[in-house]
């Protein structure tokens, strides 16, 4: 028998070209530089965040001082919605001349209550939120060092494709960033990468550009995950299927398939 939980398709942090004039109000913009901190862990929650430009990297500093990236952020996504508080992760700048929108929380909370756009907005940047820890949590599932930096792949091509280009992307992060977000060793990183293109799945033009040539190719090495980039509506959009197996099943069993949709 089989179980399908599709998660609707949202693209992170687009805002409704009527919603914005009401935000532009009340918001205010800073540039960062790489490696600069946006707010720290433990922080107050006193503003939400929009990136405008550039990419940032949320993540946790562990109890030995250690860095756990746990998600990145690009152009128009919302961040730093959390419970009134302190913060529990950090968000640092990840490439030059980054832009960041600042919004009081208790200012866009006061419009959200009087303009459903509003609130529709922060939900949708909750919604997205979500739906990028789901697929990290499912790529770092897949056993293999090989299986994560494709599916990987296919989620960049998701969250940063362009229409002009949509088989190539541009790492704004270091692959240091990479090797974080994805549980493994830099040189691992590198070394499936080249792997990829001495394959002719991909090609590398210098260290931080990567054009997707066999598509087919990068969704059979994710392994267990079967992931999809397809082009709808002029944006990509990336699936995720998991075949879930009960433990007391016999190998090469079916199961559940849940399937998650990032855009």
Same mark, same amino acid.
């Given at each position: ?20 004039? +009401? ?8 540039? *960062? ?15 939400? *965040? ?20 746990? #998600? /990145?952020?690009?152009?128009? #996504?919302?961040?730093?919605? #959390? ?11 990840? &490439? ?22 509003? +609130? ?31 599916? /990987? ?17 541009? /790492? ?8 974080? *977000? ?31 040539? #066999? ?14 980039? &397809?082009?709808?509506?002029?944006? &990509? ?13 016999? +190998? ?7 399937? *998650?949709?990032?855009?």
């Amino acid at each position: 028998m089989e179980a399908s939980s599709m998660c609707p398709v949202i693209r992170a942090g687009r805002l409704n070209p009527l919603a914005r004039p +009401a935000l532009e109000a009340i918001e205010s913009v800073a540039r *960062y530089e790489k490696g600069q901190t946006i707010y720290r862990s433990s922080d107050p929650s006193e503003f939400w *965040y929009r990136v405008l430009s550039g990419a940032a990297r949320k993540c946790a500093i562990t109890s030995a001082g250690s860095r756990r990236i746990i #998600d /990145f952020l690009f152009p128009q #996504d919302m961040f730093g919605i #959390d419970e009134e508080g302190r913060r529990r992760f950090a968000a640092e700048v990840v &490439a030059d001349g980054t832009t960041i929108a600042r919004y009081p929380r208790r200012e866009i909370e006061r419009l959200a209550d009087s303009d459903p756009l509003i +609130a529709r907005q922060i939900r949708e940047a909750a919604f997205t939120s979500i739906h990028h820890l789901e697929a990290r949590m499912i790529m770092l599932s897949l056993g293999r060092a090989r299986e994560r930096v494709c599916a /990987f792949l296919l989620e960049l091509t998701a969250r940063l494709g362009d229409d002009r280009h949509p088989r190539e992307i541009i /790492f704004p992060m270091s692959r240091y960033d990479v090797a974080d *977000y994805l549980g493994m060793a830099v040189e691992t990183v590198s070394r499936v990468l080249t792997q990829l293109r001495l394959e002719g799945i991909i090609r590398l033009n210098g260290l931080r550009t990567v054009r997707i040539c #066999d598509w087919e190719a990068l969704e059979s090495n994710c392994g267990t995950a079967t992931t999809r980039v &397809a082009r709808r509506r002029g944006r &990509a959009a990336l699936t995720v299927v998991v075949m879930h197996r009960k433990l007391d099943a016999p +190998a090469g069993a079916g199961g559940a398939r849940c399937t *998650y949709r990032l855009s």
